[in-house]
């Protein structure tokens, strides 16, 4: 059964860093499309970045330059680091996974949401 448990998250001041974490097991994780997506109240899911099985990435226009997604494969594990955090960075961060059936397929599922399994999420709030 895949499991996916997110960890990280916090409350910290505009300006500052924090680095989200996702444990999976279940799976052969290597094999795996994976991505990070957020949530705050009163507005649709949002997907922030996304990595396939050969470690192509992509971002949100929102988040680029100041987000970065990574996999530590032997460690079964996923992460968000986020830098220079805003206020409109609040939400409810979630990571998303799937069996990959290719790159286009990788990006397609995480643009459309349709990610098979999701973890419960962990908060982050940044005050200004």
């Known amino acids: 059964q895949v499991q996916l448990v997110e960890s990280g998250g916090g409350s910290v001041q505009a300006g500052g860093s924090l680095r989200l974490s996702c444990a999976a097991s279940?799976?052969?994780?290597?094999?795996?499309?994976m991505g990070w997506f957020r949530q705050a109240p009163g507005k649709e899911r949002e997907g922030v970045a996304h990595?396939?099985?050969?470690?192509?990435?992509s971002y949100a226009d929102s988040v680029k330059g100041r987000f970065t997604i990574s996999k530590d494969n032997a460690k079964n594990t996923l992460y968000l680091t986020m830098n220079s955090l805003k206020p409109e960075d609040t939400a409810m961060y979630y990571c998303?996974?799937?069996?990959?059936?290719?790159?286009?397929?990788?990006?397609?599922?995480?643009?459309?949401?349709?990610?098979?399994?999701w973890g419960q999420g962990t908060q982050v709030t940044v005050s200004s």
């Open positions: 990595i396939d099985s050969d470690g192509r990435i």
């Open positions: 279940g799976y052969t994780y290597s094999d795996y499309c």
């Open positions: 998303a996974a799937d069996r990959e059936g290719g790159s286009w397929s990788c990006l397609s599922a995480f643009l459309a949401g349709s990610l098979s399994y």
